[in-house]
C-alpha cells in the first residue's frame, strides 16, 4: 500500500519518520489501520485532508528502518529533473505466489479501477503506475500468475476475458475499496461487485 498511495519520510520538525497513508475511502483507511497495528502492535494515528482524500500517519524510526530493509525507496513520484527513483518491490513478495497476490491486490486496490461500459463490455481494469521501474515490475507480477497486461506510460490494462478471470479468482481487490472517481456512475460501488458482473 505504501508503494501506491503511501509514502515513508524523514519529518525534519518532528526529528523522526513518518509513515504515511492517503485514500479517498475510509474503509482503505481503516484498513491501513489495522494492518498496521496487526504487524507492528497498536499505533497513535493522526490525520490530515488533502483536497477530498484524507491521510492516515504514524511516527516511528524502529518501524521506518524495518520497511527500507525491504524496499530501499517507497518514493515512486518523479524528481525534479525528470527522472524516476529506483523503487523495488521486495524481493520476499516476489518469492511467493501467494504474497504476489496480495501485494498485487492491496496496489490495485489503492490505484486501479475497474470500467463496465460500451466500450468495453466484459469489464477492463486499469492499474496506474508512472514510475517506469515500478511499472515493469508490477507487470512481471501479473505475467508470473498468468495474467496479461497491456503497457502505457501512465500504467497497465487488463483486458482479455481469460486474464480478467484468472485477476477475479487469484487476486481480486480488497473488500473495502470502492469506486471513487466522481464522474463514474458506479461512484461508491465495491470494486469486487463489479468484477464479479463481469462473469454473470
Known amino acids: 500500500m505504501l508503494l501506491s498511495d503511501g509514502s515513508l519520510y524523514f519529518d525534519k520538525s518532528k526529528r523522526t519518520y513518518c509513515i504515511q497513508f492517503t485514500n479517498t475511502v475510509e474503509g482503505m483507511l481503516d484498513y491501513f489501520r489495522h494492518i498496521t497495528n496487526c504487524e507492528f502492535g497498536k499505533r497513535n494515528f493522526s490525520y490530515n485532508r488533502c483536497g477530498s482524500a484524507k491521510s492516515a500517519r504514524f511516527f516511528s524510526v524502529p518501524i521506518a528502518k524495518k520497511l527500507l530493509s525491504e524496499a530501499s525507496t517507497f518514493r515512486t513520484a518523479p524528481f525534479a529533473d525528470g527522472t524516476h527513483p529506483k523503487c523495488k518491490i521486495p524481493n520476499s513478495i516476489l518469492l511467493s505466489k501467494s504474497f504476489t497476490c496480495a501485494f498485487l491486490r492491496a496496489y490495485c486496490s489503492c490505484d486501479g479501477s475497474i470500467s463496465i461500459d460500451r466500450s468495453h463490455p466484459r469489464g477492463v481494469i486499469d492499474i496506474a503506475c508512472y514510475n517506469p521501474h515500478l511499472r515493469s515490475q508490477l507487470s512481471n507480477c501479473f505475467e508470473s ?35 471513487s472517481d466522481s464522474r463514474s456512475k458506479n461512484l461508491g460501488v465495491r470494486k469486487n461487485a463489479l468484477l464479479d458482473s463481469c462473469f454473470p
Open 145 to 179: 500468475l498468468g495474467i496479461r497486461v497491456s503497457h502505457s506510460t501512465h500504467g497497465l490494462r487488463v483486458y482479455d476475458k481469460r486474464s480478467l478471470s484468472i485477476f477475479s479468482t487469484k487476486v481480486r481487490f480488497l473488500d473495502e475499496s470502492r469506486i
